[in-house]
C-alpha cells in the first residue's frame, strides 16, 4: 500500500474518533453527538411521563371479577332493600284478618230466659261494632239442651222436651235470633252429634242453621283462630 493510501485511511479514523477537532470534520461529529443526546432526552422525557401516567382502566377480562365482588361489598344495602319490600299479600292478608272482631258465644243451656239475656248481649256487641265501623265475626254454638232453640219442634219424649217456661218465649226468643242473623250476620251452628243423638232430621230446624261435627271441637278450633269465648251465666 502506498503513502498517499495510508494518509487517507489515518485521516478517516481520526475523522471518527476525533469530535474536538478544529476542522471543519471534527465539528460535524460534534453535531451527531448533539443529535444523539437530544433524542435519548426525548426518550427519557416519554419513560418518565409513561411512570406518572395512572393505570388504565380493567380490562375485560378484569369485569367479571369485579361483577363477583361488588355483591359481597353491597350486601348490607341489599339486605336493607328487603327489610323494606312492601308486605306479602299473606302478610296483609293476616293483618287484615287481625282487625276483625271475632266472638263465639256457647249456648249449652235450657233457661230461655238466660237464652233472651245472651241475644241481648249480641245484640249490644254488634250494634257497638257497627257504630264504630269495626269488623266482626260472632257466632253461636249450639250443644246439648240449646237445641231447643233452634227449631219449633216442642221435642217430647227427648231430653229436650219443651216445659212452660220454653213455651210461653219460643216466639220471642226466635225472632230476635233471627233477626240477629238476617240483619247482623250472626252465624248460627249446631252440634251435630246433639241432633243426632235425638233422631231428628236436619230438615226440622230453621234454614239459617249450619250443622258442625262436633260443638266443643268446633269452639276450640274457633279459639285457636282467634276467637274470644262467652257464656252467658
Not at 435519548?40 to 422525557?45: A, N
Not at 361483577?67 to 296483609?92: L, M
Not at 221435642?155 to 229436650?160: E, I, V
Amino acid at each position: 500500500m502506498s503513502s498517499s493510501h495510508k494518509m487517507i485511511r489515518v485521516t478517516a479514523l481520526s475523522e471518527e474518533t476525533c469530535f474536538w477537532s478544529p476542522t471543519g470534520r471534527g465539528l460535524k461529529s460534534v453535531g451527531s453527538l448533539l443529535v444523539l443526546l437530544f433524542v435519548l432526552i426525548v426518550v427519557s422525557g416519554c419513560v418518565r411521563n409513561n411512570e406518572r401516567t395512572p393505570a388504565a382502566p380493567a380490562t375485560s377480562a378484569q369485569k367479571p371479577l369485579q361483577e363477583t365482588v361488588e355483591p359481597t361489598q353491597n350486601s348490607p344495602p341489599a339486605q336493607a332493600e328487603s327489610v323494606a319490600k312492601p308486605k306479602s299479600d299473606a302478610a296483609v292478608e293476616a293483618a287484615d284478618e287481625d282487625e276483625v272482631a271475632k266472638v263465639v258465644y256457647h249456648a249449652d243451656f235450657a233457661d230461655p230466659r238466660r237464652f233472651s239475656a245472651m241475644l241481648t248481649s249480641i245484640n249490644n256487641m254488634v250494634t257497638t261494632y257497627q257504630n264504630d265501623f269495626i269488623e266482626y265475626d260472632v257466632r253461636i254454638v249450639f250443644v246439648s239442651h240449646g237445641i231447643r232453640f233452634l227449631t219449633d219442634d216442642k221435642l217430647a219424649n227427648t231430653p229436650f222436651a219443651e216445659d212452660a217456661a220454653m213455651a210461653e218465649r219460643r216466639a220471642s226468643n226466635k225472632g230476635r235470633l233471627l233477626s240477629l242473623y238476617k240483619v247482623h250476620d250472626v252465624k248460627l251452628e249446631l252440634c251435630d252429634i246433639t241432633r243426632a243423638a235425638i233422631n231428628m232430621p236436619k230438615e226440622a230446624f230453621y234454614e239459617q242453621v249450619d250443622f258442625v261435627t262436633s260443638g266443643v271441637v268446633q269452639i276450640a278450633k274457633l279459639q285457636k283462630q282467634g276467637f274470644s269465648y262467652l257464656k252467658i251465666e
